[in-house]
């Protein structure tokens, strides 16, 4: 085996622990699997194109951050991971109920995270594939990421309404806001704003 090629397949490796680990007796069994669709096809996809495309060690850093997330999310469904009580045992805050109040944000931090965790590898496509010149090299990867925050809102919402009824509503997690969808594809435009802006910053840095 190339040195190269260590980091990535240790990562790969320890996010199917953690995706086995989380699959084991799950929130909502069939949310689970909608949730995790697109990860059996997105995983083995960078896995069989590993020779073709080899993203960076950082990109690879990134992507397995972001898909960690997602498998936080769909083991409890986004809604309802208990990310206050975590950060109550973290802090030493007080455990009563309520002690943090209000909407479930896990499911923001996610959409943002796909932003700005996917811009590496989004970049690093576009340079070996596209090579957009220009304003073209800082505008397509943005658009690039928002685009597929579009289409995810319309395959979720498409799913939903195929599914209907309980499970629809865990997998839609929309947690009665009414504008939910829009506000999903504004933080993952925001983080692929972000991320564009750091992996600029880190490539000037290394040249």
């Known amino acids: 085996m190339r040195t190269e090629d260590r980091y990535p397949l240790a990562l790969l490796i320890l996010f199917c622990v953690i995706f086995a680990a989380l699959g084991i007796a799950p929130a909502y069994r069939q949310d689970w699997l909608l949730e995790n669709l697109l990860v059996l096809v997105a995983v083995p996809s960078l896995v069989l194109n590993y020779r073709r495309l080899r993203f960076s060690n950082f990109a690879y850093t990134c992507l397995f951050i972001f898909f960690v997330l997602h498998e936080i999310g769909a083991h409890y469904t986004y809604s309802e991971v208990p990310w206050r009580e975590w950060l109550q045992a973290i802090t030493g805050g007080s455990s ?45 990867p943005v658009l690039f990421l928002v685009s597929h925050s579009v289409i995810y809102e319309l395959i979720e919402w498409g799913a939903a309404i195929v599914v209907g009824g309980d499970l629809g509503a865990a997998y839609l997690g929309t947690q009665g806001d009414e504008w939910d969808a829009q506000k999903d594809m504004a933080l993952a435009g925001l983080g692929a704003v972000t991320g564009l802006l750091l992996v600029v910053s880190r490539s000037r840095l290394r040249s």
């Open 96 to 140: 009563e109920a309520g002690a943090i109040p209000g909407r479930n944000h896990f499911d923001r931090l996610v959409h943002f995270s796909y932003g700005l965790l996917m811009m590496p590898a989004a970049w690093e496509l576009l340079q070996a594939r596209a090579a957009p010149r220009g304003i073209w090299r800082y505008l397509l």
